[in-house]
């Protein structure tokens, strides 16, 4: 079935770990991004990727880095994590063309102990 | 940059009553108004959306409205039920390879 998946779906990891969050789409949409978010509440943009080797900061600042080598896949990662970092991340893709909505995954809580 | 701004921020109804949320954006550039819905431990997802060429949309009991001149846009529910319960995020774009700009989101409570 068509979707958009991320992997792990919660993390528990310890401070100074560097951490690799999985999100891949087999929808075989151009665009992409990543949002943080605590539960419930705004939606922060931190990356996104218009296509393969394009990317993009958002308009949170942070810390981690993110690659898109192939279309379909878009990791997440946080060179050494801390617990400011704790929080829910969502991948979202969406097609090129206008007027197309965001696919979100199911997200990865992440804990930084 | 585009800025849209979202109220109330949380909203509680009488399941039967009616619900409006209502945004605004700054960016006249902007033609595509999508609203997502997220329940609880769930992901955003599609509810309804609309193009600046349009000045309603409905979909059963969920409708959207434009107002391009005065840059705001607004979903309503009708007989809301306790499943409509979830936090609703409206959003602006221009398009193509502009970003999406979402709102601060309104958390609906439908109580029975």
């Known amino acids: 079935e068509a979707d958009i998946y991320q992997t792990p779906r919660y993390l528990v990891i310890g401070t100074g770990k560097k951490i690799t969050l999985e999100c891949s789409q087999t929808?075989?949409?151009?665009?992409m991004y990543w949002y943080q978010q605590d539960p419930g509440m705004e939606l922060h943009l931190i990356h996104y990727s218009y296509g393969v080797n394009s990317t993009e900061k958002g308009d949170l600042s942070s810390e981690s880095t993110v690659s898109r080598i192939r279309t379909e896949h878009f990791p997440l990662t946080l060179e050494s994590a801390r617990p400011s970092h704790t929080s829910q991340y969502l991948c979202?893709?969406?097609?090129?063309?206008?007027?197309?909505?965001?696919?979100f995954g199911d997200g990865t809580r992440l804990s930084i102990l | 940059g585009e800025n849209v701004e979202q109220h109330p921020s949380t909203l509680s109804v009488q399941e039967g009553d009616s619900a409006v949320i209502k945004c605004t954006y700054s960016?006249?550039?902007?033609?595509?108004f999508p609203w997502y819905k997220q329940e609880l431990g769930k992901r955003p997802q599609l509810i309804i959306d609309?193009?600046?060429?349009?000045g309603e949309k409905k979909d059963q009991r969920i409708a959207v409205t434009l107002n391009k001149t005065a840059k705001h846009f607004s979903l309503h529910i009708t007989e809301t039920q306790p499943e409509d319960s979830a936090v609703y995020f409206c959003a602006a774009t221009p398009g193509g390879y502009q970003k999406v700009t979402f709102g601060t989101g309104t958390k609906l409570q439908v109580i029975p």
């Open positions: 929808m075989g949409h151009d665009k």
């Open positions: 609309i193009r600046s060429n349009v």
């Open positions: 979202a893709s969406s097609d090129g063309t206008h007027y197309q909505p965001q696919h």
């Open positions: 960016d006249s550039a902007s033609n595509y």
